[in-house]
């Protein structure tokens, strides 16, 4: 296969991807002008629709900006030699593959974000601060900054340098370890995320005695679920919106709400959302999603080991002389036609689940304190309640709350 065709599909790629993301975020901003749905009206006042409205605009009038720079950005790099330049650059450093593939990779990873920071910046304390959500301060963001880049160094650059360390013993079948590998650490993230990397961010504590832990571990109760682990993190250090999910299984589950969930919502609405959780739990939602992980990573690698010992991969993207590194690049930009695929079907059943997790709530809780926790939530966070059809079927992991909202009362 000849690399100047590889070169024209990958930018090909590039350009249809920004072309059908700038049409789908078009078409949804359409919407933002629609009328407050009848099932909603006690959701916003015209006042606060308006703020949502401006909010979204605003949102789509930067996102705009960010990815026309993004793309003019990685077209740059492909077609002026910029990743021909990084490669030449750890060649004359070292020789080893493995430290070459690290600093190539930390160079544009780092460099990258660094070069993307005025945008990062202006999303945080312009728009966000501007429509009351932002509570970051600049020595927490350059902070949250840092810790991003340690933790890509070591966990990202141990990960990396395995892989290449498997495709140096193993050849092409480098893929079956890194897999086995990949299934560990995916196992072990979803077992003690919380534990290990959430305390890097955020303060994690453990729900006080009271009205609200006695109301959860009643429900708990009532449903045969053992919850002993509740935690309370600090969200509100860096925005106003509200969240609570589910980690781990086993012995390891646990909930974590933000305190912006308890501040913004009654003790039902937060059982019921809760319950919601819980729902994900007993469908075994989460141990499907873990699976289809693992599954998609094997997939991954699997079309990754094909690809990687062909020349022209690497040299599509402007390097001399072939590598593993480069060819993972060029990899990467190939494979997303796939990973949009492999996508929608994930979103699509994401948005089933979330269905069952709302019967499951309904039938074991309440379904009146969920849908009016929902409408606070949305409320609270500006949320788009008239997303476009198209949009919510390409992005949407959640249904939108029209429909939950129908579908709670049905």
């Known amino acids: 296969m000849d690399s100047n065709f590889l070169f024209y599909?990958?930018?090909?790629?590039?350009?249809?991807?920004?072309?059908?993301?700038?049409?789908?975020?078009?078409?949804?901003?359409?919407k933002y002008l629609d009328?407050?749905?009848?099932?909603?009206?006690?959701?916003?006042?015209?006042?606060?629709?308006?703020?949502?409205?401006?909010?979204?605009?605003?949102?789509?009038?930067?996102?705009?900006?960010?990815?026309?720079?993004?793309?003019?950005?990685?077209?740059?790099?492909?077609?002026?030699?910029?990743?021909?330049?990084?490669?030449?650059?750890?060649?004359?450093?070292?020789?080893?593959?493995?430290?070459?593939?690290?600093?190539?990779?930390?160079?544009?990873?780092?460099?990258?974000?660094?070069?993307t920071t005025p945008f990062s910046y202006y999303q945080t304390f312009v728009i966000e601060e501007k429509f009351g959500f932002n509570k970051s301060t600049l020595p927490l963001f350059f902070m949250d900054k840092i810790k991003g880049w340690i933790m890509m160094v070591v966990l990202g650059g141990s990960l990396l340098a395995l892989i290449i360390w498997f495709f140096q013993w193993a050849g092409s079948n480098f893929w079956l370890y890194a897999w086995g590998m990949m299934v560990l650490v995916t196992i072990f993230m979803n077992l003690f995320y919380s534990k290990l990397i959430v305390p890097l961010f955020n303060k994690q504590t453990l729900l006080e005695k009271g009205g609200l832990k006695s109301k959860i571990q009643s429900y708990a109760e009532t449903v045969g679920f053992a919850l002993d682990n509740i935690y309370v993190m600090d969200g509100s250090k860096r925005s106003t919106k509200a969240n609570a999910y589910f980690s781990g299984f086993?012995?390891?589950?646990?909930?974590?709400?933000?305190?912006?969930?308890?501040?913004?919502?009654?003790?039902?609405?937060?059982?019921?959302?809760?319950?919601?959780?819980?729902?994900?739990?007993?469908?075994?939602?989460?141990?499907?999603?873990?699976?289809?992980?693992?599954?998609l990573t094997g997939l991954t690698l699997f079309?990754?080991?094909?690809?990687?010992?062909?020349?022209?991969?690497?040299?599509?993207?402007?390097?001399?002389?072939?590598?593993?590194?480069?060819?993972?690049?060029?990899?990467?930009?190939?494979?997303?036609?796939?990973?949009?695929?492999?996508?929608?079907?994930?979103?699509?059943?994401?948005?089933?689940?979330?269905?069952?997790?709302?019967?499951?709530?309904?039938?074991?809780?309440?379904?009146?304190?969920?849908?009016?926790?929902?409408?606070?939530?949305s409320k609270n966070s500006l949320s788009n309640l008239t997303p476009h059809p198209s949009y919510v079927f390409m992005h949407y992991s959640h249904p939108p709350l029209i429909e939950r909202i129908r579908n709670l009362k049905v």
């Open 9 to 30: 599909i990958i930018i090909s790629i590039l350009i249809l991807q920004f072309l059908v993301e700038t049409f789908l975020d078009y078409l949804n901003a359409q």
């Open 35 to 115: 009328p407050i749905p009848f099932e909603l009206k006690d959701v916003f006042n015209e006042e606060e629709y308006h703020k949502s409205q401006e909010y979204k605009k605003a949102n789509y009038r930067f996102g705009l900006i960010s990815s026309t720079f993004s793309l003019l950005l990685t077209l740059s790099f492909l077609t002026l030699g910029g990743f021909h330049f990084i490669d030449q650059w750890v060649a004359s450093i070292t020789d080893n593959d493995i430290i070459k593939a690290l600093l190539f990779f930390g160079i544009i990873l780092i460099g990258s974000d660094v070069i």
């Open 303 to 377: 079309l990754l080991s094909l690809f990687i010992n062909t020349p022209e991969v690497s040299l599509a993207i402007g390097v001399a002389k072939p590598s593993f590194h480069a060819a993972l690049i060029g990899f990467g930009i190939l494979y997303s036609p796939i990973s949009e695929v492999t996508g929608l079907i994930m979103n699509y059943l994401s948005r089933k689940f979330e269905y069952q997790a709302d019967d499951y709530a309904k039938n074991t809780y309440k379904a009146t304190p969920l849908i009016t926790g929902l409408k606070k939530l």
């Open 250 to 295: 086993g012995k390891e589950k646990r909930v974590t709400l933000y305190d912006t969930l308890i501040n913004d919502l009654e003790e039902e609405e937060i059982v019921a959302v809760l319950a919601h959780e819980v729902g994900h739990y007993k469908k075994k939602h989460i141990l499907f999603n873990l699976f289809a992980s693992i599954l």
